[in-house]
């Protein structure tokens, strides 16, 4: 049975920096390409940032690259986000998720997903 766990959302001001977790077992960690998402309250889910199971190439979204950075620990079966500099309009669920297609992962259809930790960034 896969198990997807997030960790290290909280609130923190402005400016301010986290490191998200996410940890998998049940699979073959590196032979599946994994993502972050974030959804809003009254928003659709959004694409954070993708990245490849075994070589780690990655996507990320437009609205966090240069301040967001994903990375993955195969010895560990676990994935990163790395967020500094947050914004107000970071806050969101973040979640989880691993396919074993990147593309299908970059695009939301992920096989597998986490129930989400929420990250909170006050003015």
């Known amino acids: 049975q896969v198990q997807v766990a997030e960790s290290g959302g909280g609130l923190i001001q402005a400016g301010g920096s986290l490191r998200l977790s996410c940890t998998i077992s049940?699979?073959?960690?590196?032979?599946?390409?994994m993502g972050w998402f974030r959804q809003a309250p009254g928003k659709p889910r959004e694409k954070v940032a993708c990245?490849?199971?075994?070589?780690?190439?990655?996507n990320t979204a437009n609205s966090v690259k240069g301040r967001f950075t994903i990375s993955r620990d195969n010895a560990k079966n676990t994935m990163y986000l790395q967020m500094n500099s947050l914004k107000p309009d970071d806050t969101a669920t973040y979640y989880c998720?691993?396919?074993?297609?990147?593309?299908?992962?970059?695009?939301?259809?992920?096989?597998?997903w986490g129930q989400g930790t929420q990250v909170t960034v006050s003015s």
């Open positions: 998720a691993a396919d074993k297609r990147f593309g299908s992962v970059c695009t939301g259809n992920a096989e597998h």
């Open positions: 049940g699979l073959t960690f590196d032979a599946y390409a």
């Open positions: 990245i490849s199971g075994i070589n780690g190439s990655t």
